[in-house]
């Protein structure tokens, strides 16, 4: 069985293993970034480590949305992050092999796959490929910044 940690972006219901997730933060005291990347809205400081916040919905084309107070940190060493969401749901033990699951039709789209939950899809995030867009997304060439966002939430 897999744990899956379901959360919303829009409409759209997304979701993140259990082992990809260090730990959900509440309401932690946000540090803008004035000059950052567009998609990078925030950094957050975790237990001693300033991280930056990602604005996953931006990321991913979605219109600007409010999102929870709760953030997602990633638990991977090579991908430092925080996700912030619009809202999470309650975790789900799955069994994906005995899950019908479809493949993502676009390679570079940041999904690994759809699982229907009893009627619910649910796109599963490859983190892997959202590390690749984060850093073509917001680092041109020769490491420069892409303009700064300035619609700050």
């Known amino acids: 069985m897999t744990l899956l940690l379901p959360f919303m972006l829009g409409?759209?219901?997304?979701?993140?293993k259990l082992t990809d997730i260090q730990e959900v933060i509440e309401e932690a005291e946000r540090h803008y970034l004035?000059?950052?990347p567009e998609a990078i809205v925030a950094a957050v400081n975790v237990h001693g480590r300033i991280l930056p916040v990602l604005d996953?919905?931006?990321l991913l084309g979605f219109p600007p949305v409010h999102w929870s107070e709760r953030m997602i940190v990633l638990a991977q060493r090579n991908f430092p992050m925080v996700l912030a969401v619009d809202r999470l749901e309650s975790i789900l033990s799955v069994d994906l092999e005995q899950t019908a699951m479809t493949q993502s039709d676009t390679p570079h789209d940041c999904i690994?796959?759809?699982l229907n939950w009893h009627g619910q899809m649910i796109s599963l995030l490859d983190l892997e490929q959202l590390h690749k867009t984060v850093k073509e997304?917001?680092?041109a060439s020769g490491g420069d910044h892409v303009p700064a966002r300035t619609d700050r939430r």
């Open 56 to 58: 996953l919905p931006l």
């Open 112 to 114: 690994s796959g759809v």
């Open 34 to 36: 004035p000059a950052g």
């Open 137 to 139: 997304t917001c680092f």
């Open 11 to 16: 409409d759209e219901r997304y979701g993140l």
